[in-house]
């Protein structure tokens, strides 16, 4: 399954990078691009796990940069 979010809220390059690096290490995750530019991740995933999924996501979001704020589009 694919999904795009929207970050609002990301400081820097190195941050976008970094989260992506994490979120590509999570259970289930195929693949993870996160572009500072736009603010945008997009995800593809194991679909018989999202709800999951996605809560690990945001888990890793909000450890790694709290002021981040994640809307699925």
């Known amino acids: 399954m ?11 390059a190195n941050c976008a990078a970094e989260l992506e690096r994490r979120i590509k290490k999570l259970e289930g995750i195929e693949s993870v ?6 603010e ?8 018989t796990k ?6 690990n996501i945001k888990k890793t979001i909000k450890d790694e940069e709290p002021d981040v704020t994640i809307e699925e589009m």
Do not use: H, P, Q, V
């Not at 694919?2 to 820097?12: E, N, Y």
């Open 2 to 12: 694919k999904m795009k979010f929207k970050l609002k809220g990301l400081d820097c």
């Open 50 to 55: 999202k709800e999951e999924i996605i809560k």
């Open 33 to 38: 691009s996160i572009s500072f530019m736009t």
């Open 40 to 47: 945008r991740m997009e995800l593809e995933f194991d679909d």
